[in-house]
């Protein structure tokens, strides 16, 4: 056993003899380090400073922090808002004052519909006020699986899921597909709740021109030959388009049959947000697909919240079974957001009803669009940006005085002049540091079906008034 052991002695130091010279320096220098950090200290106390103890506090009394938030100014917008006592519904008090309502999203006036409110009042009774948990811990009541239902067959897909909260529905649609290393292709005018759906999901974005289908086949066709050149990560890398049916920012309606070419011609996925024209375009309100005609089995995805047309909270997603499926395990917003409250939801099938019963209401709408959109024409000094059949126009300065600020200022007072006359506008608002590419301000005039031809007629004149007066 001795010899054993002293053979394997011998062995090790024949070894080290035979090691090349580099080797033996670099084993020496690892083992001179590793000696060093066991016996060094992790840190050294300064020992001496050369302030005294006057100057320290000195300094002390010197030292400002940076403020927790930017300064803001007592005028600005966000801090002075218009406060609105009860239903924002056809007529809307202001700040105590009994305004004509162009300025909420109540396109086709469920939000003080009789036969909506009794259902909501039906289920208050039955379910209660709220649900106090996610869908899968015990949020999930009948009247939920009924609204999905309901909007499955509605919409004409395989199946539907809804969330609690409408900013939160595409803003967590988007991550539960794209992932990092994915790439998105996106219109530029992209609403905020997409751009938030983005950043969460940490993919390549790729933005192309406001509805320039030239550019976006530009960067398809870039990416198509990066593909070819790294055909193994090009094999296992997603690609979507996200758009908007009809856009808020700007209230004009994507190409979607150029979209769906491009679609098949380059293997991509589109996503499509349909917040503005759900409840609006088409024959019987189904969205943007209806309305060009076009398959909505060639859209992969289909978002929309029910806080417009249908005047209730929350939204819904819906397409393919397996792709609906996938978000009651990754759609955040559905996982971790208390469900909608059972009122809301059996409001929103009362809306459905009404919809699926009475599809005149969605002709009426975009007759009386047409005529506002007409009628503001004239406005001097101003512009109107967006479809003639969009529900919710925008008005902007023709010359913009070179501020953001000033603009603001001159719109803001033009909303001011009409709502002294009784008629409710709102300027559009944003997140000015947050926003990917920022509209310009604007007045957002909204169109619904209750506004008579005399309140129409009213509102336009007083918009035309106002404008002639200040901006001339």
């Not at 009794?118 to 209660?128: C, D, F, H, I």
């Not at 940490?202 to 192309?208: H, L, M």
């Not at 031809?453 to 007083?462: H, L, N, P, V, W």
Request: aromatic share 8%; with cysteine; hydrophobic share 40%.
């Amino acid at each position: 056993m001795a010899s054993g052991q002293q053979w394997v002695l011998v062995e090790m130091v024949q070894a080290l003899y035979e090691a090349p010279a580099y080797h033996l320096v670099l084993e020496g220098i690892l083992i001179l380090w590793i000696i060093r950090l066991l016996f060094s200290k992790t840190y050294k106390l300064q020992e001496r400073s050369d302030l005294t103890e006057k100057e320290k506090e000195d300094l002390i009394e010197e030292w400002q922090p940076e403020p927790l938030v930017p300064p803001m100014s007592k005028d600005h917008p966000s801090l002075n808002y218009d406060i609105v006592t009860g239903p924002p519904s056809h007529k809307i008090i202001v700040n105590g004052k009994e305004c004509i309502n162009f300025a909420s999203f109540n396109f086709l006036g469920f939000l003080d519909n009789e036969r909506v409110k009794q259902k909501a009042l039906t289920s208050l009774r039955r379910y209660g006020v709220g649900t106090c948990g996610p869908r899968g811990f015990y949020g999930t009541f009948d009247v939920h699986l009924e609204l999905e239902d309901r909007l499955a067959k509605f919409m004409k897909t395989e199946e539907a899921i809804i969330y609690s909260y409408g900013f939160a529905t595409i803003a967590s649609a988007i991550p539960a597909y794209s992932k990092r290393g994915d790439i998105v292709f996106v219109d530029e005018a992209a609403c905020f709740s997409i751009q938030k759906g983005l950043q969460a999901s940490r993919s390549f974005i790729k933005y192309f021109k406001h509805n320039d289908m030239e550019d976006l086949e530009r960067l398809l066709k870039e990416q198509e030959i990066e593909d070819q050149r790294n055909p193994r990560k090009a094999r296992v890398t997603r690609r979507f388009i996200i758009v908007e049916g009809l856009y808020i920012n700007t209230a004009d309606v994507c190409p979607l049959p150029d979209l769906v070419k491009l679609k098949y011609k380059y293997k991509v996925r589109i996503f499509l947000e349909e917040s503005m024209s759900f409840g609006v375009l088409g024959e019987h309100g189904r969205g943007v697909t209806e309305h060009f005609g076009v398959n909505i089995d060639d859209i992969d995805l289909i978002s929309a919240n029910m806080e417009n047309a249908v005047a209730s909270i929350g939204g819904f997603c819906c397409g393919r079974s397996f792709v609906i499926d996938h978000q009651r395990l990754s759609g955040q917003g559905y996982c971790f957001s208390a469900s909608l409250p059972p009122m809301l939801a059996a409001a929103a099938i009362e809306a459905l009803n009404i919809m699926e019963e009475d599809p005149e209401i969605f002709t009426i709408l975009r007759e009386k669009c047409k005529h506002v959109h007409k009628a503001l024409q004239e406005s001097p000094g101003m512009k109107v940006v967006g479809e003639a059949y969009a529900p919710a126009l925008h008005l902007q300065l023709e010359r913009s005085s070179g501020s953001r600020d000033t603009d603001v200022r001159m719109l803001r007072s033009i909303v001011d002049y009409c709502l002294e006359r009784q008629i409710a506008l709102t300027l559009a608002r944003y997140l000015d540091k947050e926003e990917r590419f920022l509209p310009p301000p604007s007045i957002r005039v909204v169109v619904t079906i209750e506004q008579t031809e005399e309140e129409i007629e009213k509102a336009t004149s007083c918009i035309k008034e106002a404008a002639l007066a200040i901006l001339k």
